[in-house]
């Protein structure tokens, strides 16, 4: 041996501490050497099924010779699963999904070390008053504790206890924020409050997922309806796609979603049935008894009483055979029940029970193409989709237009899809928009043509019949479609920004065009009509939303009940006319989607720009009060923007936002929009508290 602090073996060159009688962790490890090639690697990332052998040529002293060829890992990794292990990773796993929540200044918090798309899609808001770093101080946007090798962790403290591992677990770093396991926790009571306080006021992010397309389909229409358009808990996306042989494909997806129940009622629930059936099993035991008691008297009494009783033996021989048979059935239900109890409880802690699950699961369902059902479609070229009921309100109906100007119809239910051949029509004109219209207990749906003709088909049990067309005098091509909530009028919007509206009568099938104007410039992207009143919204290429009103006689009468009518100074609508009443200005670029509430407080609009802006309808209200004359400017109430975030691996060219379907149910907004021409992106949002 050398005689210095570096103490080395002059044979083997190791130091003087390995020179010991073996311990029973060494024996171990030996142990696990040997097996090593046919042992799996703890936590690798690549799936490594066993330790691969180095080279020959590389020296059993070199750090080399100990490393695995197909994971790059130690072969100390390649051994069973201690209680270490177990801990480690259960604690890394348990931390992947909570927010790092470090407080830093907004001037220091530079950006995340990982990019991941849905902290992209995080909305802030566009007022400064409103918005939440307005102290100074955020939080950190880190999403979960991210190691990049937990296989590593688990080799560093290898046969160490967990007593002693426990302690240095909370030094380590996150590879996202760079921040110590120890700032990755759930918030406290108190922070919990603030962070529901500062929610309330935020355009809160429930769900995001993706799925790739092929640049090709982006051409293709895609459909999406909530459960107000059809059923109380059913959502359904269809989208159209090519496949590699060139051949159109009509994917239709499903997803639902219950009333949420707390997990403790649901127990609750579980465990009262479970106590009934006991108070059962116990009453049947006492009849039984009571009946051996019975039983045992009789045979004490006098002959003439068994005689008496005799009579009626066999009626009470058949009845007690009953109620043993009956109490049999029921133990064995019994016997089972424990079984029940735990799967019921089982399969509802699997349920998604929070907001944020539930809308997770919707979304996720709605985009997983391992779920979908696939339509070989006979044609190709397919231009619009788009959902509706049939008329016994049963089933679910597709309608899909084509650019020869046919149209076809698919009822859709949950797992299966049949084309209905009877409800088949073949047009003159390429088909360009959709929409399904109910009137009393008739079905209608309206065909958009490139040509600006709207054909009226009514869907009856027995097929498809032309109603009415709706001519214009404008040649240009029908981009957007609405009805009114009473269904007898229509709004239709064109590509050079013109807008027409039409009265139906349904029974006489005679059109008439109430009225023609047009958006300042561009096309017309998106139209919603009030529930409740005579508002149309038209969004378009012109970064407005322009208001068109009618007035009516009875409004202008119901008018004369005011102060404002005999003291103000009001200019008259033109009666029965839709007339430009006001813009709706706060958007940089294209609108592409606009939603009313249901209950016609307010409504959304989202744009190109990234900008998803809530109006309130009492503002528009107030300029229909002052009456006609140069047109209004409204401001949004609020507004909010994403795409703010910036991170370390961002793409250089930035991202996109092409949002073309926006959707309002239970106070969640749903936007389904391009990133680029190969990824196809479907949000969540919860609306701010003051819009609940």
């Not at 936590?43 to 590389?58: E, L, N, R």
């Not at 967990?162 to 770093?173: A, D, G, Q, R, Y």
Request: proline share 3%.
């Amino acid at each position: 041996m050398q005689a210095s602090w570096l103490a080395k073996c002059d044979s083997c060159k190791h130091s003087d501490s390995d020179h010991r009688i073996p311990t029973h962790f060494d024996l171990l490890r030996s142990h696990n050497a040997r097996r090593a090639g046919t042992t799996p690697c703890i936590a690798c990332v690549f799936d490594c099924q066993g330790f691969g052998k180095p080279d020959d040529s590389i020296s059993q002293d070199s750090p080399l010779s100990k490393q695995c060829t197909f994971c790059a890992h130690n072969i100390e990794n390649h051994r069973p699963k201690m209680e270490t292990d177990v801990l480690i990773l259960s604690i890394l796993q348990a931390k992947k999904s909570v927010r790092c929540q470090k407080s830093l200044e907004t001037n220091k918090l530079g950006k995340v070390n990982g990019y991941d798309m849905k902290d992209w899609f995080e909305a802030v808001n566009v007022d400064p008053d409103e918005r939440q770093d307005v102290s100074g101080v955020l939080n950190c946007y880190c999403r979960g504790f991210t190691v990049d090798d937990p296989a590593r962790i688990c080799h560093t403290y290898y046969g160490l206890m967990k007593e002693i591992v426990l302690p240095h677990l909370s030094t380590i770093n996150c590879q996202r924020c760079s921040h110590d396991f120890s700032n990755h926790r759930q918030l406290e009571k108190e922070e919990q409050r603030e962070k529901e306080i500062e929610n309330e006021r935020k355009l809160r992010l429930l769900s995001m997922n993706k799925i790739r397309i092929a640049t090709k389909d982006m051409r293709h229409p895609v459909a999406m309806f909530t459960p107000d358009d059809i059923l109380p808990e059913m959502f359904a996306f269809a989208r159209v796609l090519e496949n590699e042989e060139n051949k159109t494909i009509l994917k239709i997806n499903f997803a639902a979603i219950g009333a949420s129940q707390s997990k403790a009622e649901t127990i609750k629930e579980i465990k009262r049935k479970r106590t009934n059936s006991g108070k059962f099993l116990d009453a049947v035991k006492n009849k039984l008894k009571k009946r051996k008691l019975v039983n045992t008297s009789d045979e004490n009494e006098s002959d003439e009483l068994k005689s008496e009783e005799s009579a009626n033996c066999s009626d009470c021989e058949s009845s007690f055979t009953k109620f043993k048979n009956k109490f049999k059935r029921k133990s064995e239900e019994l016997h089972d029940a424990p079984d029940i109890v735990c799967n019921s409880i089982h399969d509802f802690l699997k349920r998604p029970t929070t907001l944020e699950e539930q809308t997770s699961s919707v979304i996720n369902d709605l985009m997983d193409s391992t779920k979908e059902i696939s339509i070989e479609l006979t044609k190709s070229d397919v231009n619009a989709l788009a959902w509706g009921k049939s008329v016994d309100d049963t089933n679910t109906l597709l309608a899909v237009g084509f650019q020869d100007g046919s149209l076809m119809i698919y009822t859709v239910s949950v797992g299966m899809a049949m084309k209905l051949e009877k409800y088949n029509y073949d047009g003159m004109e390429p088909v360009s928009k959709l929409l399904w219209i109910q009137h009393s207990n008739a079905r209608f749906v309206a065909v958009g043509h490139i040509n600006g003709q709207v054909s009226l088909m009514k869907v009856t049990d027995h097929g498809t019949s032309k109603s009415c067309v709706l001519q214009n005098e404008n040649k240009k091509k029908v981009t957007a479609i609405a009805e009114s909530p009473s269904g007898c009028c229509i709004c239709v919007g064109q590509q050079n920004g013109s807008i027409s509206f039409y009265l139906i009568d349904y029974n006489e099938a005679k059109p008439k065009l109430l009225s023609a104007s047009s958006i300042s410039y561009g096309a017309v992207q998106s139209i919603a009509w009030h529930p409740t009143k005579n508002i149309v919204i038209a969004a378009g290429e012109d970064d407005n939303i322009t208001v068109f009103y009618m007035e009516t006689l009875t409004d202008r009468k119901r008018d004369r009940r005011t102060i404002m009518h005999y003291l103000g100074k009001k200019r008259r609508f033109e009666l029965d006319v839709f007339s430009k009443c006001c813009k709706l200005k706060g958007h940089l670029s294209f609108v592409s989607a606009v939603r009313f509430d249901p209950s016609g407080d307010f409504l959304i609009s989202v744009g190109w720009d990234g900008q998803i802006l809530f109006w309130n309808t009492a503002d528009i209200d107030d300029v229909i009060s002052y009456g006609a004359g140069d047109i209004s400017t409204v401001e949004c109430s609020t507004g909010f923007m994403i795409g703010q975030q910036k991170f370390s691996n961002f793409p250089s060219d930035g991202m996109n936002f092409m949002p073309f379907l926006l959707s309002l149910v239970r106070q969640i907004v749903y936007i389904l929009a391009y990133t680029d021409s190969e990824t196809l992106c479907l949000v969540a949002y919860q609306a701010p508290k003051k819009y609940r």
